[in-house]
C-alpha cells in the first residue's frame, strides 16, 4: 500500500482541475495584455480567474494579485508594508513559529522585529500582541495557521489590535486557504496571502489580497500587469486551475472538515495509544483539520520517515525546506520541546483524498516501526532498563 501523508508539503494536483487547465495551454494561450482576439479570449479567462478567487475568499476581485506562489506573497506583502510605512518606523511584530518565507524576508531585511512567543499548545496571546505595539511600528504578520502543528490563530482579534492601534496586518494564510473558512471581509485583514499547490492546484501559483485602498509598493520593476503592481505575464493557465481547485475546495468545507477532523483524531488518538513516550504536537483544538504532529522521544524523526518510507507512507519530520538540516525546528523549540524532543517528531497531513483504511494502515506500521527502531536504540535500553 502506498499512502501520501505529506499534503502540508504539497498536493496533489487534482486530476479534474488539470483537465480544465489543458485548452488554457493550447487554445487560450494569448497574452492577456495583447489587443487581438487570441489577447482578449485569455484576458477573460484571467478575468474570470480572479472574480472566481475573490468570490470564495469574499474579497473583491480588484483586490487579488496573482503570484508565483506563497512565497513571494510573503515577501511583497512584508517589504511593499515596509517600504509604504518607512517614514513611521522599521519595526515589525511576528511570530515564533512563522513560515520561512516570513521569517527569513523579515531577518534579511533591515528591521527591528518582535517575535511573539507561542504557549506549548501553539497558540499566540492577545495580550502579548498588545503589549508589542510601539509608536514606529509598521506592520503585524502572524500566520493563519501553521504548517508544522496545524494551531490556528485568532486571526480576527489580533488584527483588531493591530488596528486600533493604526498598524497594518498580514496573514500567511497558505495553510488555511482550502481547508478552513476563510473570508477577508470578516478577518478584517488588510494582507493575506495564499498558495495553490496547498489545495489541489499546481504548484507555482498563487495570491496576495490586498484590501482595497491599500496601494502597496511593487516588489519587482516590469510590466503593466496586475494593475502595475506585479510586473510579469500572467500564468494564466495556473491561476485558472488554483480557481478552480479554490471553488473546489471550498464548496461544502464544513462537511469535509467534519470528516477530515475525525480521521485525524482516528490517527493522532490511535498513535498516543499505541506508542509509549509519545507527544502530541498538533494541539487538539483549533488545529487544521489533516494535521498531525507527534514527537516520538528516544528516536530521531529522520529515521522514523525513513522506515515509514520503505512501507509506503509518505510523511516528514518538522518542515520540508528544514530537512537536510541538523537544526530541530523553530516551531517546535517555541512550543518549549528540548532538542531531542523536537527532533523525534513526525507530521502527518491528510487531505480529503486520504482514507480510513489508509489511515488504519498507518495505524498498523507505525507502532512496529517504533518498536523496531527503539530495539536498536541505546537510549531505549537505558530508558527499558530504569523502568526495570
Ligand atoms: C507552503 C507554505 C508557504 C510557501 O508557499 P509556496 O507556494 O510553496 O512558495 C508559505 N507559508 C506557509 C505557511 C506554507 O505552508
Not at 477573460?44 to 503570484?67: G, H, M, Q, S
Not at 476563510?182 to 490586498?210: N, Q, R
Request: glycine residues 8%.
Amino acid at each position: 500500500m502506498r499512502v501520501y501523508a505529506d499534503n502540508a508539503a504539497t498536493t496533489r494536483t487534482d486530476p479534474e482541475i488539470l483537465e480544465k487547465m489543458l485548452p488554457v495551454f493550447t487554445e487560450t494561450y494569448g497574452n492577456p495584455s495583447s489587443i487581438h482576439t487570441a489577447g482578449r479570449d485569455a484576458f477573460f479567462v484571467l478575468k474570470e480567474a480572479r472574480d472566481r478567487t475573490a468570490k470564495a475568499l469574499n474579497a473583491l476581485p480588484d483586490e487579488i494579485y496573482f503570484t508565483s506562489g506563497g512565497t513571494e506573497a510573503d515577501n511583497w506583502a512584508i517589504l511593499g508594508a515596509a517600504k509604504k510605512k518607512a517614514a513611521k518606523g522599521r519595526h515589525i511584530i511576528t511570530s515564533a513559529i512563522e513560515h520561512h518565507a516570513v521569517l527569513h524576508t523579515l531577518e534579511k531585511g533591515d528591521f527591528d522585529v518582535t517575535y511573539l512567543p507561542v504557549n506549548e499548545q501553539g497558540f499566540v496571546s492577545c495580550e502579548d500582541l498588545e503589549k508589542a505595539i510601539r509608536e514606529d511600528t509598521v506592520l503585524v504578520t502572524v500566520m493563519m495557521a501553521n504548517n508544522e502543528i496545524g494551531s490556528i490563530q485568532p486571526i480576527r482579534q489580533l488584527a483588531d489590535i493591530a488596528h486600533r492601534r493604526n498598524v497594518l496586518f498580514h496573514t500567511d494564510a497558505v495553510q488555511a486557504v482550502g481547508h478552513i473558512p476563510v473570508d477577508v471581509k470578516e478577518l478584517g485583514v488588510d494582507m493575506l496571502s495564499l498558495s495553490g499547490h496547498k489545495f489541489s492546484a499546481p504548484k507555482g501559483v498563487g495570491a496576495l489580497y490586498v484590501r482595497k485602498g491599500l496601494l502597496l509598493p511593487n516588489l519587482m520593476q516590469g510590466g503593466a500587469q496586475e494593475k502595475g503592481r506585479r510586473p510579469g505575464t500572467e500564468n494564466v493557465p495556473a491561476a485558472y486551475g488554483m480557481s478552480l481547485a479554490l471553488e473546489k475546495a471550498v464548496t461544502g468545507l464544513e462537511d469535509k472538515m467534519k470528516k477530515l477532523s475525525a480521521l485525524r483524531d482516528k490517527l493522532i488518538n490511535g498513535i498516543l495509544d499505541t506508542v509509549p513516550y509519545c507527544r502530541r504536537n498538533s494541539p487538539a483544538e483549533n488545529c487544521l483539520p489533516g494535521m498531525v504532529n507527534v514527537s516520538v522521544q528516544y528516536l530521531e524523526g529522520e529515521s522514523i520517515l525513513l522506515m515509514l518510507d520503505m512501507n509506503g507512507i509518505c510523511a516528514s519530520s518538522g518542515s520540508a525546506c528544514t530537512s537536510g538540516s541538523l537544526d530541530p525546528s523553530h516551531v517546535l523549540l517555541a512550543l518549549g520541546l528540548d532538542h531531542e524532543t523536537a527532533h523525534g517528531s513526525v507530521r502527518l497531513s491528510l487531505c480529503g483524498q486520504n482514507t480510513e483504511e489508509e489511515v488504519d494502515y498507518i495505524l498498523e506500521k507505525f507502532p512496529q516501526i517504533i518498536a523496531r527502531l527503539r530495539a536498536m536504540s541505546p537510549l531505549w535500553e537505558k530508558v527499558e532498563k530504569k523502568e526495570g
